[in-house]
């Protein structure tokens, strides 16, 4: 069992930054592809990042290209989404999740956390 606890959502205006980040409980965290998700109201649930277990290799949806950014401390067992120049459109709430492998799909990830909001005022 893994268990996932996100922060730093917030409201911020068009053209700011947020940064995410997740904490987890697993001790062989090392060992987990990790992913980032999130959906707004009335839509399904879209991947936005991903990072693979060693960090060397890392994966963004292309609404995010270049504006966003994952990494992870294998030693602090965190997993983090810088977001700049944010718009609108990326208001939802977004998940962290595992996966034994990276992956844009949500239903190869086991675990997720409880979400964090948010909100990019125009």
């Known amino acids: 069992q893994v268990q996932l606890v996100e922060s730093g959502g917030g409201l911020v205006q068009a053209g700011g930054s947020l940064r995410l980040s997740c904490a987890a409980s697993?001790?062989?965290?090392?060992?987990?592809?990790m992913g980032w998700f999130r959906q707004a109201p009335g839509k399904e649930r879209e991947f936005v990042a991903a990072i693979r277990r060693s960090s060397g290799s890392t994966y963004y949806a292309d609404s995010v290209k270049g504006r966003f950014t994952i990494s992870r401390d294998n030693a602090k067992n965190t997993v983090s989404l810088q977001m700049n120049s944010l718009k609108p459109e990326d208001t939802a709430v977004y998940y962290c999740?595992?996966?034994?492998?990276?992956?844009?799909?949500?239903?190869?990830?086991?675990?997720w956390g409880q979400g964090t909001q948010v909100t990019v005022s125009s």
């Open positions: 697993a001790r062989t965290f090392s060992s987990y592809a």
């Open positions: 999740a595992t996966a034994p492998r990276v992956s844009e799909r949500a239903d190869q990830y086991d675990y």
